[in-house]
């Protein structure tokens, strides 16, 4: 199975900063990358597909990029509303692997 | 659309339980399925998919064997046989709709707890 490793695993700021989550993938999985916010009680929600794209109706501070192996996840402007956990999943084989989780926190 | 899960509970180690998921709102016969699950303060885990048509079906290594995913389109619904169950198995347990892609993880059910203690 392809392995996930998500950096960090906890993270603590401030309103209006500038947030950037790092997942890193055990091989090439191209950009076959998504990324998932679970707020507590509620079931995940998809946000990036495909490594960079916004899906529908998302806000346009959270962001992502990258490709192979090393991916990135951004919320350009922190809102007290994202608090939450973020995924990163990849789907470049049968067998789906998520990230571990980063839990965000307000500051 | 929508997706509602049942079937959870409390079972014995080794015993065996049946989730099922009824979709509506949507053409559930033209997307393919997954069970995804969280075990208490832990992350996700993808545990099996299954076809539109049933064709093709996939089960992560942690329940081959043991679990079961079937759907019946004319019915909108998607099933999860679970046997053998051990203590490490419980967990909140997703339907979850692909989008046109598969691995795209569209739509989530709410969930359904299953707990396997004696």
């Known amino acids: 199975d392809i392995q996930m490793t998500q950096s960090p695993s906890s993270l603590s700021a401030s309103v209006g900063d500038r947030v950037t989550i790092t997942c890193q993938a055990s091989q090439d999985i191209s950009n076959y990358l998504n990324w998932y916010q679970q707020k507590p009680g509620k079931a995940p929600k998809l946000l990036i597909y495909?490594?960079?794209n916004l899906e529908t109706g998302v806000p346009s501070r959270f962001s992502g990029g990258g490709s192979g192996t090393d991916f990135t996840f951004t919320i350009s402007s922190l809102q007290p509303e994202d608090i939450a956990t973020y995924y990163c999943?990849?789907?470049?084989?049968?067998?789906?692997?998520f990230g571990q989780g980063t839990r965000l926190e307000i500051k | 659309g929508q997706l509602v899960e049942s079937g959870g509970g409390l079972v014995r180690p080794g015993g065996s339980l049946r989730l099922s998921c009824a979709a509506s709102g949507m053409t559930f016969s033209s997307y393919s399925m997954n069970w995804v699950r969280q075990a208490p303060g832990k992350g996700l885990e993808w545990i099996s998919y299954i076809s539109s048509g049933s064709s093709t079906i996939y089960y992560a290594d942690s329940v081959k064997g043991r679990f079961t995913i079937s759907r019946d389109n004319a019915n909108n619904s998607l099933s999860l046989q679970m046997n053998s169950l051990r203590a490490e198995d419980t967990a909140v347990y997703y339907c979850?709709?692909?989008?046109?892609?598969?691995?795209?993880?569209?739509?989530w059910g709410q969930g359904v707890l299953v707990t396997v203690s004696s």
């Open positions: 999943q990849q789907y470049n084989n049968p067998s789906i692997t």
């Open positions: 979850v709709r692909d989008a046109v892609v598969r691995g795209l993880f569209e739509y």
């Open positions: 495909d490594a960079s």
